[in-house]
């Protein structure tokens, strides 16, 4: 495998790590980063809905109703800050995501909005809105009148 179709780690590298430390882990001019073998094994698929809600926290601005904790269950990943809204009937979710800064430090603005830049992305549209419909639906399953409440519920 060559330089440019991985990145290059060990004693010939350009890494930080020093030629002794690499040669006590076994590792030689070739290593390459590689993904490490697991050893807890995820739980098996379930079709059931993978998504849990572990908290949730309001946030009426607009069409934000809140924040929510969301757990990828068969991941063992927790989601903070995933923003959930709604406008008339229509209710969605969107992963976190950052304000945009200039080279000053400052927030962008357009129009008077704070411009964000996403931390997350899924790969196809179609998997955005199963996430949404599924983030929605554990966040009414744990916290019925979320998109009611005023008060903070939850961790």
């Given at each position: 495998?060559s330089?440019t179709?991985?990145?290059?780690?060990?004693?010939?590298?350009?890494?930080?790590?020093?030629?002794?430390?690499?040669?006590?882990?076994?590792?030689?001019?070739?290593?390459?980063?590689?993904?490490?073998?697991?050893?807890?094994k995820?739980?098996?698929?379930?079709p059931?809905?993978?998504?849990?809600c572990?908290?949730?926290?309001?946030c009426?601005n607009?069409?934000?109703?809140?924040?929510?904790?969301i757990?990828?269950?068969?991941l063992?990943?927790?989601?903070?800050?995933?923003?959930?809204?709604?406008?008339?009937?229509?209710?969605?979710a969107?992963?976190?995501a950052?304000?945009?800064?200039?080279?000053?430090?400052q927030?962008?603005?357009?129009?008077g909005?704070?411009?964000?830049?996403?931390?997350?992305?899924?790969?196809?549209?179609?998997v955005?809105?199963?996430?949404?419909?599924?983030a929605?639906?554990a966040v009414?399953?744990?916290?019925?009148r979320?998109?009611d409440?005023?008060?903070e519920?939850?961790?």
């Amino acid at each position: 495998m060559s330089a440019t179709a991985a990145t290059r780690y060990g004693p010939g590298s350009t890494g930080n790590a020093p030629r002794a430390e690499w040669e006590q882990l076994g590792l030689d001019d070739e290593a390459t980063l590689q993904p490490a073998p697991h050893e807890i094994k995820p739980p098996a698929r379930s079709p059931r809905n993978t998504l849990a809600c572990l908290g949730f926290r309001p946030c009426r601005n607009g069409t934000l109703v809140g924040f929510a904790i969301i757990k990828f269950n068969e991941l063992c990943l927790e989601v903070r800050d995933v923003a959930i809204h709604r406008k008339g009937n229509a209710r969605w979710a969107q992963l976190p995501a950052k304000a945009q800064l200039d080279e000053d430090g400052q927030t962008i603005r357009l129009d008077g909005k704070v411009q964000y830049v996403n931390i997350f992305s899924f790969d196809a549209p179609v998997v955005r809105e199963a996430f949404s419909a599924a983030a929605v639906a554990a966040v009414i399953r744990k916290y019925p009148r979320a998109f009611d409440l005023a008060e903070e519920v939850g961790p």
